[in-house]
Each structure stands twice: as structure tokens, then as C-alpha cells.
């Protein structure tokens, strides 16, 4: 598949980083970097603009290794860039660890899945088809 980009950024377009991946790193491009105190969240650009295909969304996830080394994760996560969107890609990183985190210029700091999507149509209907879960919500199919 291929997906229109423009990089504005000084680093490289966004890899696979094995050959089986589903993400591809996606780096911060910034002036300067960024310190991230306990439990705070910034905005980070990217230098990116896309233009992903109808029908298609790119998922912005966390790197797992940012996460357990650092407690780095991203607030909205998976965020979602729509194929309508040509603005920046930037990645809303927040801090759950209890020391600071500085982010540097064209370090990883997510990855990019691009994956299908359908639209859906909403059917109102007055009733809905029987299931053995019904209606248990949360924790209804666990143990204790």
C-alpha cells in the first residue's frame, strides 16, 4: 500500500523496524528537547503530513519499550489519524513515571499501524438478539 507523505522533518519516514512488524517507528522533531516532569503530557511533532487512503485510519500506539523502561505512553491511546486529517502528525506522549523524561530531538517515540476500517450505518430496531452474556458488563465473565 502506499500512503502519500510529506517530511518536513530532518529524520527518516517512519520504519518497520523486524520484518514481521505491525507498527512502523515514528521519531519527535523538535528544536529542542522536551521535559516531561511526573504525571505532565505535551504534544509532540513529528515534521509528518499524511494522506491516508478512504477507508483506512493510522493507529498512533505507544513503543512498548518507552512504556516499561520509562512509563512513557500516549493519553488518547490508540489515537486515530482519519484519512480526512492533513495536518501535522503529533503524538500526545504523557509521563507515568515518578522522575522526569526528556524527549530528544528524532528519538522514537510511537509507532504508526495503518489499518482498515468500515462505516458503519446505525439500524434502529426495538429489541436485540439473545446471547448467553446478555447484558453483564464489566467483570461479568471473570472469576473471583
Same mark, same amino acid.
Given at each position: 500500500?502506499?500512503?502519500?507523505? *510529506? ?13 514481521h512488524?505491525?507498527?512502523?517507528d ?10 516531561l ?14 494522506? *491516508? ?6 493507529q498512533v ?11 512513557i ?7 486515530t ?28 517515540i ?8 468500515? #462505516? ?6 426495538? #429489541? ?6 446478555? #447484558?453483564?458488563?464489566?467483570?461479568? #465473565?471473570?472469576?473471583?
Amino acid at each position: 500500500m502506499l500512503i502519500p507523505i *510529506i517530511n518536513q522533518s530532518r529524520h527518516p519516514l517512519p520504519e518497520y523496524q523486524t520484518a514481521h512488524a505491525a507498527g512502523m517507528d515514528v521519531r519527535a522533531n523538535l528544536a529542542e528537547p522536551i521535559t516531561l516532569k511526573p504525571l505532565q503530557r505535551a504534544l509532540i511533532p513529528t515534521g509528518l503530513f499524511l494522506e *491516508i487512503p478512504v477507508g483506512y485510519e493510522v493507529q498512533v500506539r505507544p513503543r512498548s519499550g518507552l512504556a516499561y523502561k520509562h512509563g512513557i505512553g500516549i493519553v488518547n491511546s490508540p489515537g486515530t489519524i482519519d484519512a480526512d486529517y492533513r495536518g501535522e502528525l503529533k503524538v500526545l506522549l504523557v509521563n507515568l513515571s515518578d522522575q522526569d523524561f526528556v524527549v530528544q530531538d528524532g528519538e522514537r517515540i510511537a509507532q504508526l499501524v495503518v489499518a482498515r476500517h468500515e #462505516t458503519a450505518v446505525w439500524q434502529p430496531v426495538d #429489541t436485540l438478539s439473545e446471547t448467553q452474556r446478555g #447484558t453483564g458488563g464489566y467483570g461479568s #465473565t471473570g472469576q473471583s
